[in-house]
């Protein structure tokens, strides 16, 4: 049997020396071709109807695009994190969070771009503000205002949920206009054993007052007029 463990290693290493080796022919190959073969490629892995096949292409896709600067690069990646596979999406958050702190502003622009273009409900609106959690530039603040005037309630609940981890209490003033929004969304309770509904306006009366409480004393954000919401259910998939 060790006999046999051993032959298997030594496949597998030859197996991954080969991988690595065409992962760099690729990552040194020019940026348009790359980035239109690995568009095709990614076309193709959505279409697979194994989802072991699928996943397996759709990682080290997100892998090289990691490799390339440009617009194109950022939108695939977004796209894979828009995968309803897991895997995928967490490699191509991983690349899109490094890119995110080594070249903000094209990681910030293609973030514009995906609420733009993205349909409400899509996987990647809800986990692209955590891309900038970390992220210690003053265009995040810009960005996540972007996201709580979003039709989509949870990526709206993801801005809110960033911005108290950031603690920046100039997001108040995009909070307050959500405070009477009624649409609902799915939060994971703090047990971790289920789920509980509540709506966008009480997770901003919430992120307000903790917010706040961060502010220097007599130093508060002036409240902007409330506008009128419609009610609309949501299941937040986090």
Known sequence: MADSLDAVLVKLFDAERTVRSLHDQV??????????????????ARKEA?????????????GLLGEFEGPRAVDLLIDILGSTLEEPRSVAGAELEGLAFDRFKEVAKGVERALKR???GSPALPELP???AEVPEPGVLKILGE???HEDPDAVAAAIEVSVEIGDPGFVKFLRPLLEDK???????????????????ELAAEAVELLEMGMPEGEEVPAPKL???KSEGSKKGR
């Open 27 to 44: 990552s040194k190959a020019d940026e348009h071709g790359a980035t239109e073969a690995l568009s095709k490629a990614l076309d193709l």
């Open 50 to 62: 194994d989802e072991h096949e699928a996943a397996l292409r759709l990682v080290r896709i997100a």
């Open 118 to 120: 993205l349909p409400k």
């Open 130 to 132: 955590y891309l900038f």
């Open 147 to 149: 996201f709580s005037r």
């Open 183 to 201: 649409r609902v969304v799915d939060l994971a309770d703090e047990s971790g054993d289920g789920e509980s509904e509540v709506t966008i306006g």
């Open 227 to 229: 506008t009128e919401k």
